[in-house]
């Protein structure tokens, strides 16, 4: 059985679903749920993020290019990633 989770604010009552083009012919249920303004979805149980330790900023170094390392590490002195912008792109 597969199960696919689209997430998109409604702008009319006809819905244009291209990621369900596999799953036509076949019997399937659609379910709609409202989701409030504020609630992050996936990220709603995330804690703040921790500073990394000396070990985890090499073992990164050594897996990332320097390019690489440098925007995680502005995306870290930053406070880490603005969950509630990346929810709102859903």
């Given at each position: 059985?597969n199960?696919?989770?689209i ?7 006809t819905l ?5 083009k596999?799953?036509?012919?076949k019997?399937?249920?659609?379910i709609?749920?409202e989701?409030?303004?504020d609630?992050?979805?996936?990220f709603?149980?995330?804690p703040a993020?921790k500073p990394?330790?000396?070990k985890?900023?090499?073992?990164l170094?050594?897996l990332?290019?320097a ?8 995306v ?15």
């Amino acid at each position: 059985m597969n199960a696919v989770r689209i997430r998109r604010r409604l702008e009319s009552d006809t819905l244009h679903l291209p990621e369900l083009k596999p799953l036509i012919g076949k019997n399937v249920e659609i379910i709609v749920q409202e989701k409030l303004a504020d609630d992050l979805g996936c990220f709603s149980g995330l804690p703040a993020p921790k500073p990394l330790n000396e070990k985890d900023t090499q073992a990164l170094r050594e897996l990332l290019t320097a390019e690489q390392f440098e925007a995680l590490m502005d995306v870290a002195r930053r406070g880490g990633p603005d969950v509630e912008a990346i929810a709102r792109m859903t």
